[in-house]
């Protein structure tokens, strides 16, 4: 397992609080690869879970 700064170094804590606390998902490069993050905490621990999909592959509907 990889914390957020290891997998995408440009992101920090205030960007990954938005993104638990965010409607939307946020764009962001992973291994040069566009993923759109979603995050719900994980009851009774400090942990995330994270959904990372690749942009390129989200239909819209």
């Known amino acids: 397992m990889k914390s957020a700064a290891e997998l995408s170094p440009g ?3 205030d960007a990954l609080t ?5 409607s939307e998902p946020m764009l962001v490069k ?4 566009t993923k ?3 995050a719900q905490p994980i009851a009774g621990t400090d ?7 690749d ?3 989200q239909i819209i509907i």
């Open 11 to 13: 992101s920090s804590i």
């Open 18 to 22: 938005l993104l638990e606390t965010g």
């Open 30 to 33: 992973i291994g040069g690869v």
């Open 36 to 38: 759109l993050l979603r």
């Open 47 to 53: 942990w995330r879970f994270v959904l990372a999909p």
């Open 55 to 57: 942009a390129a592959r």
